[in-house]
């Protein structure tokens, strides 16, 4: 029987794969995704070199949904004997349309995902499909398939820069955000943004002793022959065919409840009047409420969000990958969606901005990514975050005997995964084939301006030599880098240690002098050992900003899997 997991959880793989063993049906409060495309490049990277160029290890884990063939045509059969008639109909017409390409290999490789994410979702719960104008409208009809049209709930539409020069058509600065829920029982709550200078000064145009403030209708459309129809100081309601209409919700925030609610409707407009909360027109003899704005929550939450902005890259909360989404965007969607407490998922977690939201907003979480990379940055992310948070980190090797079977099983991926550890970015996006000597590399600034590199050589075979040294040191003077990093499944032989001292220092002056190239064992790294460089650089690995939050778990992390 599938258990979700009780506690905060990372998982490596496919989440396809870790849906279907690791989450329970109707388990899950709300999801949120923000799921790859590859119609736009710069939307998929995870991260840029300080040089700009870009990473593909996130498109690299999804290079077999790009173009038709044995996984698409899978996922497309997977779908058909679903169970999910609607959804097979509606992905079989589509398949009609399209034909065999690279759009209808990725609605397919989401399609059978979604029906997955329906199954997780409990019925209080709601789903938000973060992506682009280019596939937002086929994933809106996909998602009216598997939850249902009725369910839709929103077209979130998210400005994500202010400006774009495009020739010949509009420019492009909004994100969709599909919203659904798995009911009409879904969980709402109320969130309120704050105003913005303009809307301030066309409402809240009038100021006293008490502050600033705006003016509203102490009457109602219709008369009526109770109270609420009754003249108050000479003003009768009834000639203009009205009633009195106190702002019952507005008087409750302002905490007059009790005997308040008890008074006739003459009396309560007498008492607001003595607080000094209804204003007298200097013309005509109706008068009005007055709504202070510090009393005031703000407007509720709309389905175009202008207020959040893109994060810059001069922004504190900028971690160093472009396609990372503001903080302040998830909190809005979780605070709306979910309460304390609640299960929050993310398949496509990437550099984590949802499971953050999360954790500082006591939510549980579930995050997922099929990337090494990813696990790894979203792992630091948190215990630079919360460092007393505890979490769980599945699918990766936790010992040394878990990383030699990682890599007997499958070499390029046990160097994506040591290369996370060490928080390397993977050399062409970690893709398989030639590399001249080069895995990856770690970049540094010495003197706080100049970027610097040290080349990563992983070894996940049993037997290693001198030669492999000797090849490190010509690829880093080939490459101009200023450290060769070699991290070894096995021990270094005698020989090896002796050629890579004699390889002399890497002196950076203020910082010291480092070993120009240095061996670090998969034990040592289980160790705690790390390679030794000058001040990582801050462009590509940026530290989160510590959290503050109420209720943090003040007990020991323990010990976080590598």
């Known amino acids: 029987m599938i258990k979700t997991p009780d506690h905060n959880t990372l998982f490596y793989g496919d989440n396809l794969t870790i849906l279907r063993e690791h989450i329970a049906d109707e388990s899950v409060d709300l999801i949120y995704l923000d799921p790859p495309f590859n119609s736009n490049a710069s939307y998929n ?64 490789m989401m399609a059978v995902r979604l029906i997955e994410l329906h199954r997780v979702l409990k019925p209080t719960g709601s789903l938000y499909l973060h992506c682009d104008p280019t596939a937002s409208h086929y994933l809106k009809i996909l998602l009216d398939a598997v939850f249902g049209p009725v369910h839709f709930s929103s077209e979130i539409i998210w400005r994500r820069t202010s400006s774009h020069n495009s020739a010949k058509r509009w420019g492009p600065v909004h994100d969709t955000i599909l919203a659904y829920s798995k009911s009409e029982h879904f969980i709402w709550n109320d969130v309120f943004q704050t105003y913005d ?28 022959t109770g109270d609420s129809g009754k003249p108050w100081r000479d003003i009768d309601p009834t000639d203009a065919g009205r009633h009195w209409a106190v702002p019952t919700a507005i008087i409750a925030r302002l905490g007059l409840n009790g005997t308040f609610d008890q008074l006739s409707v003459q009396s309560k407009l007498d008492r607001l009047n003595e607080l000094g909360l209804i204003y007298w027109p200097p013309k005509g003899r109706v008068p009005q409420f007055k709504r202070y704005l510090e009393a005031d929550r703000g407007v509720r939450i709309q389905d175009m969000v202008t207020d959040i902005a893109p994060i810059s890259s001069q922004a504190q909360e900028r971690l160093g990958y472009p396609t990372q989404k503001p903080l302040a965007l998830l909190e809005r969607i979780i605070a709306a969606s979910s309460n304390p407490g609640d299960v929050v998922l993310d398949p496509f977690c990437g550099c984590g901005t949802t499971v953050h939201a999360a954790q500082k907003m006591e939510r549980r979480w579930i995050g997922i990514d099929v990337t090494h990379l990813a696990i790894g940055l979203v792992k630091r992310r948190l215990i630079d975050a919360f460092p007393t948070a505890q979490f769980d980190i599945v699918g990766v090797p936790k010992d040394l005997g878990a990383a030699e079977a990682l890599a007997e099983a499958d070499k390029h991926q046990f160097q994506l995964w040591a290369l996370s550890v060490v928080e390397a970015q993977p050399y062409k996006g970690g893709r398989k084939g030639a590399d001249g000597g080069v895995d990856g590399y770690i970049y540094f600034k010495p003197d706080g301006k100049t970027t610097e590199k040290a080349v990563v050589s992983i070894k996940g075979g049993k037997n290693v030599g001198v030669t492999m040294i000797r090849d490190l040191i010509a690829t880093i003077e080939r490459d101009k880098a200023k450290v060769g990093i070699m991290l070894s499944l096995a021990e270094p032989t005698r020989e090896m240690k002796k050629e890579a001292a004699a390889a002399g220092l890497y002196k950076t002056g203020m910082h010291g002098d480092f070993p120009r190239i240095q061996i670090l064992t998969i034990a040592d790294l289980f160790d705690g050992d790390r390679p030794r460089l000058p001040w990582v650089d801050a462009s590509v690995f940026r530290k989160a900003k510590r959290e503050n939050i109420r209720g943090e778990n003040k007990t020991d992390q323990g010990d976080l899997e590598l």
């Open 197 to 224: 200078d303009s809307y301030l000064d066309r409402f809240y145009r009038f100021e006293d002793e008490k502050g600033r403030f705006r003016i509203g209708d102490l009457t109602g459309a219709g008369t009526r």
């Open 45 to 108: 990277v995870l991260f840029k070199a300080p040089g700009g160029e870009q990473s593909q290890s996130q498109i690299e884990a999804f290079d077999d949904t790009w173009e038709w063939g044995e996984v698409a045509e899978r996922a497309f059969d997977e779908v058909m004997i679903s169970g999910n008639t609607d959804a097979a109909e509606m992905l079989r017409a589509m398949r009609g349309f399209l034909k065999e390409n690279a759009m209808m290999a990725y609605l397919a």
